[in-house]
């Protein structure tokens, strides 16, 4: 020790310290760069400063990196140790290690300076807080800190904003279906993964395959269909709704980029920007899925029609997804059971319950076949009534839902929506085009396949469809029920018979009159309501 040290020591009245070691914004950087290990460094030079005063210390190193004191834990102890008088003085590499988050973080490091007469050790110099100037200095380096964080801060936000804008990647690691290409700076299609994003579009847009046939359904039942099947989720899991539900409605997999840029509120925290303020890119980098499935999904996801949710163990049976306890308005269910009897003679009688039953305590209870033969008798009566009261019956039983009784409406939205989707292109390639990206000749083909499918969409007649989409055909109507029965009829599996049946019923409503006793069963009405589709010729196809 020399004579000078000795000279601090006995002037401060230093006994311990606390050696904080962090890493800094530039340390991360240069450790990409170059590999080398700069919390090590920073170790090895504070530990020759220490060393030579001979006064003990304790080392605290932080392995990550943040500007709040709340992110990080080894410093929110090293102030606990302060605070309650276990150091005397605290040894950082520079000032700006201790902390360069918020004001408040800076406003705690510097009271508890004062409060406990805690000195600072750097390499250079040793901060007394009972000197004015010192005190000055460390506010200024404090201050500059922050001033130096929030300053790289905009310039990395520009820089990832100007990239956007060019279409270049700049959210993170890539998303699940692409890879990034460093050089580029864009998405690229990862084949192996998108191959598993096309599936999955596939079965949520045409349907599972169940024995052979497809079968609509919703984001559960597809989850476990997945999860059966053997496709992992993309940390290699099994899959559940809401994931599956945010990687349909992802716009990256046509193609389109956003960038959710922020902004600052007056007390210094950083919130997102209104949706509408987002940089919004098309053709940004390859698309996975085709506009035509990519819309097909999202009506689906919109409209989310009703389809029964049955185990993926079992076929859905006849009267899945239909019936609605009128009382409470909640969905029936099937109730199977098997109960065996002992006879007089040894022998053993098995009698098969099937019920029709609302869950909530108290409500509808019928008999499931009962049910099923009143809706066929219904349909049945239908094809035998004459012009007039067919029509009067029909204007009482169909009921024109959000997915059958507004088809023009519905492709006016999609067209609507397309069009729009085409302008956002045109002005895409404009502006590639202007700024030297697009050659002549990219740029007239792809100008002139935008206009194609503008033209091929102002090309496209509603009107007719709209004057016939709510007109009463009792020929059609009588047609498609004798072809519903005979379906009915012939088909071999239940899951056939429930389609058949919900492609003319919308839902129906179950009432019990009077309770049943015993083998007496119960006396119910039913309300059937019947899809637009009646009037739709070919409505099994």
Not at 24 to 45: M, N, P, Y
Not at 91 to 101: C, D, P
Not at 242 to 269: D, F
Request: glycine share 6%; proline share 4%; hydrophobic share 30%.
């Amino acid at each position: 020790m020399t004579p000078s040290q000795k000279r601090v020591l006995d002037e401060y009245g230093i006994k311990s310290i606390v050696n904080y070691l962090r890493k800094s914004r530039q340390d991360e950087e240069r450790e990409k760069k170059t590999g080398e290990d700069t919390l090590h460094e920073q170790k090895k030079l504070m530990d020759r400063v220490l060393s030579s005063y001979g006064i003990p210390y304790d080392q605290e190193p932080e392995i990550g990196s943040g500007d709040k004191i709340s992110s990080r834990p080894v410093f929110q102890r090293v102030i606990k140790d302060l605070k309650a008088g276990k150091y005397d003085a605290i040894a950082v590499k520079e000032i700006s290690r201790m902390g360069r988050g918020s004001y408040t973080d800076m406003g705690t490091i510097y009271d508890l300076i004062i409060e406990k007469n805690i000195y600072i050790i750097t390499p250079y110099k040793i901060y007394d807080p009972n000197n004015p100037t010192d005190l000055r200095q460390i506010r200024f380096e404090l201050f500059m800190s922050r001033e130096e964080f929030e300053t790289t801060r905009e310039r990395l936000s520009g820089g990832k904003v100007n990239a956007a804008m060019e279409g270049k990647w700049v959210a993170g690691r890539a998303p699940f279906g692409y890879t990034y290409d460093q050089s580029k700076k864009r998405l690229e299609i990862n084949e192996e993964e998108a191959e598993v994003v096309k599936n999955i579009f596939d079965f949520y847009a045409n349907g599972i395959i169940i024995n052979g046939r497809r079968k609509l359904v919703q984001f559960r039942a597809l989850s476990t269909y997945l999860n059966r099947v053997g496709i992992k989720s993309p940390r290699g899991g099994n899959w559940s709704p809401s994931p599956l539900r945010n990687l349909l409605a992802n716009e990256r997999y046509i193609g389109r980029m956003k960038y959710r840029t922020t902004k600052r509120t007056p007390n210094g925290k950083q919130v997102p920007r209104p949706e509408e303020e987002h940089i919004v890119v098309d053709d940004a980098h390859p698309a996975i899925i085709d506009m035509e499935t990519w819309q097909r999904v999202q009506n689906r996801m919109e409209s989310r029609e009703k389809t029964p949710r049955s185990k993926m163990d079992f076929e859905p049976c006849e009267l899945a997804g239909l019936c609605v306890c009128k009382k409470c308005g909640k969905k029936m269910i099937r109730q199977y059971s098997v109960q065996n009897y002992k006879r007089k003679d040894g022998g053993i009688t098995k009698y098969e319950k099937e019920f029709l039953w609302c869950t909530n305590a108290g409500c509808t209870f019928v008999k499931y076949r009962h049910i099923e033969e009143d809706l066929l008798l219904t349909l049945s009566y239908l094809k035998d009534l004459d012009d007039t009261r067919l029509t009067k019956q029909l204007e009482q039983f169909v009921v024109y839902s959000d997915n059958d009784d507004k088809p023009v409406e519905d492709m006016k939205k999609h067209i609507n929506a397309k069009r729009e989707e085409l302008k956002r292109r045109m002005s895409f390639i404009f502006d590639k085009y202007e700024s030297g990206i697009y050659s002549d000749e990219i740029f007239l083909e792809r100008k002139a396949e935008i206009e194609n499918q503008l033209k091929e969409l102002e090309n496209i007649n509603l009107e007719e469809r709209e004057e016939d989409s709510k007109e009463i055909n009792t020929a059609v109507a009588r047609e498609n029920i004798s072809t519903i029965l005979e379906a009915y009829h012939a088909a071999q599996h239940k899951s056939d018979r429930n389609e058949i049946l919900r492609a003319v019923f919308d839902h129906v409503m179950v009432e019990v009159i009077e309770k049943g006793r015993g083998r007496i069963p119960a006396k119910h009405a039913i309300y059937p309501i019947l899809k637009a589709n009646l009037f739709k010729r070919g409505i099994l196809k």
